[in-house]
């Protein structure tokens, strides 16, 4: 009787090993690409480029400026379809329409500003 028992278990080992020796590669499997990463661009040939965790803002004939969490004393975060960078007494809350469309709503101080931005 031992040994049928052991031989119907044989089997079981098998899909059990399976499963163990594929976990690690669900695992290892990449996030999915946030939405907005990739170059933007505003009707005045200003770029903004979106990457892992940080933001390059290109303004024309100007040098880039690549913000990030350790820029602006961790006010930046990415959401699904939102994305808010804060540094100072301004920050810039960018979000995405669609695929090919986002709006940036810019504020300083008592200033504020809005921007579509295309991707590029």
């Not at 804060?86 to 695929?99: H, K, Q, R, S």
């Amino acid at each position: 009787m031992l040994a049928r028992s052991a031989v119907r278990t044989l089997p079981r080992c098998r899909y059990i090993a399976l499963i163990w020796l594929a976990l690690p590669a669900a695992c290892a499997a990449p996030e999915p690409q946030s939405p907005f990463a990739g170059a933007w661009s505003g009707a005045e040939r200003h770029q903004i480029s979106f990457r892992d965790n940080t933001v390059v803002q290109q303004p024309a004939g100007a040098p880039a400026t690549i913000l990030g969490p350790e820029t602006c004393a961790g006010r930046f975060r990415f959401g699904y379809v939102v994305a808010e960078l804060g540094c100072g007494e301004g920050g810039t809350t960018y979000v995405l329409l669609d695929d090919g469309k986002l709006i940036a709503i810019h504020r300083d101080a008592d200033v504020a500003g809005i921007e579509e931005l295309s991707r590029s």
